[in-house]
């Protein structure tokens, strides 16, 4: 790397910020194992199943949790978050929202609704994938996306939407049942490489994602965002997400990736990456190069291995190694300027413990909404809260 580059710093929004949002993962759609591409009842995205790995990150510390959306077997993403709500003391929940899935209007009163019952605990991820039987151009999904953050944006900051756009035209008089917990709303949550996607995160969102690559190749989504960001006049923040493999020793953590795939056929590998609405995203392409430029091992560099992209058509790749090396990596990408993670393994509840047993009490740990002064410190006048009755 280049010295005098390794030196500059990527404007982020939580530059001061001590610490990091450290987020597990919970597999609602039909993605848990343990051994990749070998379907075991055990492990499917049943209700009891998913709901003791959100329960069992709440208990280990972690900050967040991830909700992913997919039209294959599994739980409904909304359905779900609402249900854990009770359940979880002190976790947030990120759900994935599919643009184009729910009438905005509609949307907004959901997410409200969530917020309200969750007291601020919630997070959203904007999905832009096709919808289940629709192919459309990478162009008319970020459009369609654009238009629903427009209209969430004037459901929870203004007081009526007036909007007339190409996907929807709105006239709405007043947004009392749409009025968030969390002061304008919960933060955007954003991953995509396309132009469209980049300059959709740029204007809008709050935390742009990505998926494991070389540093180096962090580094430039990074520096790309950062300057499209500041073309809006804001700064955003940066999250990776990557799966986990942690032992006591460097080899056992080895050993067990080797394992994780001992089992995978290459035609049913194939099968449950060809399965996602996003299967054929230009993310997922470059998880496909991070395999093509692995060592013998399945590593695209040191610690960063591959192997779980033979059977995933998103995040691709994992962290392998003792609790000193995944804390350093973390570490490093901290100095990067990333602000948020989003960690899962295989299986996802036991992962989740050595996880959370070897690596989270090392990390100083954050809450992104509270950090960033989202949630009010007491119950809002909304119609929700504490406000009059409508």
Same mark, same amino acid.
């Not at 290459?266 to 996003?278: F, L, M, P, S």
């Not at 570490?331 to 990333?338: D, I, K, N, S, V």
């Not at 948020?340 to 090392?362: M, T, W």
């Not at 809002?380 to 009755?389: A, D, E, S």
């Given at each position: 790397m280049d010295e005098s580059k390794a030196k500059k710093k990527i404007p982020i929004r939580s530059e001061e910020l001590e610490g990091a949002e450290v987020s597990w993962f919970a597999p609602l759609c039909s993605d848990d194992y343990e051994f990749l591409g070998v379907p075991e009842n055990k492990y499917k995205s049943s209700w009891e199943h998913t709901s003791d790995i959100v329960k069992t990150a709440d208990s280990l510390g972690f900050r967040n949790i991830l909700c992913p959306s997919s039209f294959q077997v599994g739980q409904d993403t909304v359905a779900f978050v609402a249900a854990m709500a009770p359940l979880t003391q002190n976790?947030?929940?990120l759900a994935a929202i599919r643009c184009g899935e729910i009438h905005p209007p509609m949307l907004a009163r959901t997410i409200a609704t969530l917020d309200h019952i969750l007291k601020g605990r919630l997070t959203i991820n904007i999905i832009s994938s096709d919808l289940p039987g629709e192919t459309l151009e990478s162009s008319a999904r970020y459009s369609r996306s654009r238009e629903v953050i427009k209209i969430l944006k004037q459901s929870f900051e203004e007081d009526r939407i007036d909007f007339d756009g190409k996907h929807y035209k709105l006239k709405i008089n007043n947004t009392d049942p749409t009025q968030p917990y969390q002061a304008n709303g919960p933060l955007l949550y954003f991953g995509g490489y396309s132009d469209a996607a980049k300059d959709l995160c740029a204007e809008f969102c709050d935390v742009y994602l990505m998926w494991p690559e070389p540093m =180096?190749?962090?580094? !430039?989504?990074?520096?790309d965002m950062s300057a499209r960001a500041a073309k809006y006049g804001r700064k955003i923040d940066f999250g990776l997400r990557v799966h986990t493999i942690v032992r006591k020793t460097e080899q056992e953590a080895r050993n067990y990736a080797d394992r994780l795939v001992s089992k995978l056929k290459?035609?049913?590998?194939?099968?449950?990456?060809?399965? !996602?609405?996003?299967a054929k995203s230009l993310g997922v392409a470059l998880q496909s190069e991070n395999r093509k430029v692995a060592d013998e091992h399945g590593f695209i560099e040191p610690l960063l291995w591959a192997g779980v992209g033979r059977a995933r058509s998103g995040c691709g790749a994992a962290l392998v190694g003792n609790p000193d090396q995944i804390v350093n990596r973390i =570490?490093?990408? &901290? !100095?990067? /300027?990333?602000r !948020?993670? $989003? %960690?899962? /393994?295989?299986?996802?509840?036991? =992962?989740?413990?050595? %996880?959370? &047993?070897?690596?989270?009490?090392?990390l100083k740990t954050v809450s992104l909404p509270e950090a960033q002064r989202r949630i009010p410190p007491v119950i809002?006048?909304?119609?929700?809260?504490?406000? $009059?009755?409508i």
């Open positions: 976790i947030n929940l =180096e190749k962090l580094r !430039a989504h990074m520096e290459d035609e049913v590998g194939t099968k449950i990456r060809e399965r !996602a609405q996003d =570490e490093e990408y &901290q !100095a990067l /300027g990333m !948020a993670f $989003i %960690f899962s /393994g295989y299986p996802h509840k036991s =992962e989740c413990q050595n %996880f959370g &047993q070897l690596v989270l009490p090392r809002p006048n909304t119609p929700l809260g504490n406000g $009059i009755r």
